[in-house]
């Protein structure tokens, strides 16, 4: 099942840099204050109002933390190393070699099925 409500984060996003000039002022009991600072914890967030905005504004924070996630950014590392590899050797007067070539794109072609399989799990939220 969608929810359009939720706004799913990851360990490399802030909150967004807007010019905030309005102040909200709530009383909250000590137990809900615990509470708070727990789900916090829990998501990895320590800016109080940054949470409550978020929490307010988008109806819920999910942090997303999917292995698959890493090994696309690992083969995207990779990836790039390999081009600029190839693209000095091209420059330099070398030649593309068919091999280098077909490993690239057996790259790509991992990287499309990890990012597929991603979608698919984000999907069912």
Excluded: W
């Amino acid at each position: 099942m969608k929810n359009k409500n939720m706004v799913f984060i990851t360990d490399d996003q802030t909150p967004e840099k807007m010019k905030k000039t309005e102040a909200l002022y709530v009383k909250i009991s000590p137990e809900e204050k615990a509470k708070i600072e727990r789900n916090m914890a829990l998501i990895g967030i320590t800016n109080i109002s940054a949470f409550v905005r978020r929490m307010c504004l988008d109806g819920g924070i999910y942090k997303v933390n999917l292995p698959e996630i890493q090994e696309v950014s690992r083969l995207l590392n990779i990836m790039g190393n390999n081009v600029n590899q190839l693209t000095r050797r091209v420059n330099g007067g070398g030649h593309a070699y068919r091999e280098d070539v077909a490993h690239l794109n057996v790259q790509v072609t991992e990287c499309r099925t990890i990012l597929g399989d991603i979608m698919a799990k984000l999907a069912k939220y």
